[in-house]
């Protein structure tokens, strides 16, 4: 069980992306570059057979994770929790409807995005708190680095999916590229 923890940085974000890769492949049409991650996990698609454990494991492994500040810890669990919310409530349709601006958004789309919202903020939140925290010196440096990056990649994706962008997809990526980062940073200091 030591081990499955101190590796839950890794084993998390690399389940989660290989889950999207492998989805996108059961799901015609879909495109890495314009969609969100979410539509792979739409209800009633055959992608979602392997993104929503995909989502699971990403939950699951930042409620397992080691971290080194009790504040950050929390941090990671609550979002752990809502990585999971976000897995279980689907997005109606693989194009995520937007609630509030798209008529098709259903409750499900609302709980989808209430979820997934959350969870990026606390995502962005997590290597700011890291930073101003005792631990190594390299691991400071890059959780603070991570955290702007990460703070940037947020109002990207934010950015790109109200105005509808054709790169909604790649931004939501570079920004969940950020994340994973820290999570592996984070599995490596070993605590």
Do not use: K
């Not at 992306?17 to 570059?33: E, K, N």
């Not at 680095?145 to 934010?158: F, N, Q």
């Amino acid at each position: 069980m030591r081990l499955i923890r101190r590796s839950a940085g890794v084993w998390g974000p690399t389940a989660f992306a290989g889950a999207a890769a492998l989805a996108a492949r059961h799901q015609p049409g879909y495109s890495h570059r314009s969609h969100h991650v979410s539509g792979l996990a739409a209800a009633g698609e055959r992608s979602a057979l392997v993104m929503v454990p995909g989502f699971l494991a990403l939950g699951v492994s930042s409620l397992l994770m080691p971290v080194p500040d009790p504040t950050v810890a929390r941090l990671a669990r609550v979002a752990g929790m809502t990585t999971i919310v976000a897995g279980l409530i689907p997005a109606s349709q693989p194009r995520c409807p937007q609630p509030v601006t798209d008529p098709e958004a259903t409750a499900s789309d609302i709980g989808h995005g209430v979820a997934s919202i959350v969870t990026f903020v606390l995502w962005a939140a997590m290597p700011i708190a890291a930073w101003r925290h005792p631990g190594p010196r390299w691991y400071r440096s890059l959780s603070g680095a991570l955290g702007i990056a990460a703070v940037a990649g947020l109002v990207a994706a934010g950015a790109t999916t109200q105005a509808e962008s054709p790169n909604r997809g790649l931004a939501q990526r570079g920004f969940l590229g950020t994340v994973f980062g820290w999570y592996i940073a984070t599995a490596a200091i070993g605590r």
